[in-house]
């Protein structure tokens, strides 16, 4: 059964950095995509970063290019998302998602992800 855990969610000042965690299991690491996703209270589930199957390749939402890095540790099963001069307008729970069937190798939809995490809150103080 596959399993995705964040953490590092938390409170921070504007300015601020945070570096979010996800840990896969009943999974080979390698065979998925990863990605993260956000959802603010109120809209919908949005694309912020991807990296394809062994990292070679990253994509980003265009409002987080420059601030936000994705990558990702094969030995323990992670994906990382560092998140440099964090803005209120980010605050939002932030998920991570794993493609085994995607037909693009940076998949950006959410439908092109198999599996989920429970999120992990990430707020931005003014």
């Known amino acids: 059964q596959v399993q995705l855990g964040e953490s590092g969610g938390g409170l921070v000042q504007a300015g601020g950095s945070l570096r979010l965690s996800c840990r896969g299991s009943g999974l080979t690491f390698s065979r998925y995509a990863m990605g993260w996703f956000r959802q603010a209270s109120g809209k919908e589930r949005e694309f912020v970063a991807a990296?394809?199957?062994?990292?070679?390749?990253?994509d980003y939402g265009d409002s987080v290019k420059g601030r936000f890095t994705i990558s990702r540790d094969k030995p323990k099963n992670t994906v990382y998302l560092k998140m440099n001069s964090l803005k209120p307008e980010v605050t939002a729970v932030y998920y991570c998602?794993?493609?085994?069937?995607?037909?693009?190798?940076?998949?950006?939809?959410?439908?092109?992800?198999?599996?989920w995490g429970q999120g992990t809150q990430v707020a931005v103080s003014a």
């Open positions: 990296s394809s199957r062994l990292g070679g390749r990253t």
């Open positions: 998602a794993a493609a085994y069937t995607a037909s693009v190798p940076v998949p950006s939809r959410k439908d092109g992800y198999d599996y």
